[in-house]
């Protein structure tokens, strides 16, 4: 295992990434840290899973932005984390993972804060170095600029890290909003761990200081750039920080317009979104002006989050109804040796017909008819009878051979054929062989028997 531990400029937090084989989890922990004494806390964990089973496909390192609100972190491509609030499921939710697929840059390396407060991304195997100019501001508002700097050989899965005497020689500890809106109340405060008796604030550019001393609470009244200066004493004399904030006026733009809206769809069929979204952007990075939903099967509303300029954001509810598609079913019986007239052909045998139709709601109907034959009923009996007899049946007296032929009704209403044949025999004979030993008699019917002897009986 490997990865970055990384300090936050301000000294208060700790980064620690833990690297593992491709495929397997990875962690990014955040640590508090006390700079007077040295003492670490646990905050957080965030557990990664990456795609892909290459050097490429893990956590490696990171890179504070220089107000410390921003964490950048080397996945599988980079990452942002707002760290207003230090917990996991917060983090998740201010995640915005930069879309580098377009530019074709290959394998990627590790950030790493430049002197002059941009940051700076080595390409891994590649000669470039690329450049997020703005690294103070959320994705996009940071921008990327690739393959910004040739340095003519392959540059490293890390990056190097400047001195910090040579990073910060004033090191700035003032914290806060550096972009509000004209009607905010906004607070700036100082971070650095050695404790200042008294602390002063000046607006030289204007505005208004509500509240100061550990804190600056102040508003300004008109849009522009401002700078806040806080002086305060350290043991080698008097210092003083500066931060810019930009001031706007937050009138949030009004040029969104739809193009198209799928608000209403056939069970399974795909949703499209058309739209011109203007001075906006969204808030997962993209600005896609069409957006298709596919196979949608119920009642859906999305919701769609953009960011634009001066501070604004807004989201967006779209409702998408989802119409049923009809399905009805016709059972047909018929009777064996019968046919049935459908849709202009003949049918006898079983037979499964479908058709498809448009319903009143405009959505795909389908309509099918089963015809199934029954099978045929006939039934049959012998009635025999001797020579000289005769046989009563169906109302009628029988003496000689006949076949008789009647028509029913099944339980299914088809013709039930029942054939009665009568059939005039012979005359049936038993054959009872008795043996008797010599000497010895049988007395039968009345009679004893001693010698061989054929008796007839009707």
């Keep these: 295992n490997g990865g970055y531990l990384k300090p936050s400029h301000d000294g208060r937090l700790l980064t620690e990434i833990t690297l593992s084989n491709p495929g397997q989890p990875q962690f990014i922990e955040i640590h508090s840290f006390d700079p007077a004494t040295g003492r670490v806390g646990f905050l957080t964990q965030i557990t990664v899973i990456l795609p892909g089973f290459s050097l490429v496909h893990v956590l490696y390192s990171c890179e504070y932005s220089p107000d410390n609100r921003y964490l950048y972190v080397k996945t599988n491509s980079l990452w942002q984390f707002d760290l207003s609030v230090v917990d996991s499921a917060a983090m998740m939710n201010s995640l915005k993972i930069f879309d580098l697929s377009s530019f074709n840059l290959g394998n990627q390396g590790s950030p790493v804060l430049g002197p002059d407060g941009r940051m700076y991304m080595t390409s891994f195997w590649q000669n470039y170095i ?34 910090s005497g040579l990073m910060w020689p004033y090191k700035a500890y003032m914290r806060g909003s550096n972009s509000i809106c004209r009607t905010d109340t906004s607070k700036w405060y100082l971070t650095d761990p050695c404790s200042h008796e008294k602390l002063v604030w000046t607006l030289p550019d204007g505005g208004n200081i509500l509240e100061s001393g550990d804190t600056l609470i102040a508003s300004f009244e008109k849009e522009g750039i401002y700078r806040i200066i806080v002086s305060y004493v350290i043991p080698c004399g008097y210092k003083s920080d500066t931060m810019h904030v930009k001031v706007g006026r937050c009138h949030c733009p009004s040029n969104f317009k739809w193009l198209q809206i799928d608000s209403l769809v056939c069970q399974g069929e795909s949703a499209t979104l058309i739209y011109d979204s203007g001075s906006w952007i ?79 709601n405009g959505c795909d109907s389908t309509h099918m008819i089963s015809i199934k034959l029954n099978s045929q009923t ?18 009628n007296l029988y003496f000689n051979d006949t076949v008789l032929y009647s028509q029913n009704i099944d339980r299914y209403g088809c013709d039930s054929l029942h054939i009665d044949e009568i059939r ?35």
């Design 130 to 163: 690329h450049l997020i100019p703005e690294p103070n501001k959320p994705l996009p508002y940071c921008g990327f600029i690739p393959r910004y700097i040739n340095v003519g050989s392959q540059t490293g899965f890390a990056a190097p890290q400047y001195p």
């Design 282 to 360: 969204s808030s997962s990075g993209t600005n896609d002006s069409v957006m298709l939903i596919s196979s949608v099967i119920k009642d859906t509303i999305l919701k769609m989050n953009f960011v634009g300029p001066e501070n604004c954001d807004t989201s967006i509810l779209v409702s998408i109804k989802v119409l049923p598609n009809y399905q009805t079913r016709q059972d047909i019986s018929i009777c064996y040796g019968d046919s049935i007239f459908v849709k202009g052909l003949w049918y006898k045998n079983d037979t499964i017909l479908q058709s498809n139709e448009s319903s009143q």
């Design 378 to 395: 006939q039934g049959r009996k012998l009635w025999p009878v001797c020579p000289g007899d005769s046989i009563y049946l169906h109302g």
């Design 424 to 458: 005039v025999g012979g005359t049936d004979s038993i054959l009872i062989l008795h043996r008797l030993c010599r000497g010895d008699s049988l007395f039968i019917e009345g009679q004893v028997y001693k010698d061989s002897s054929r008796l007839r009986e009707n």
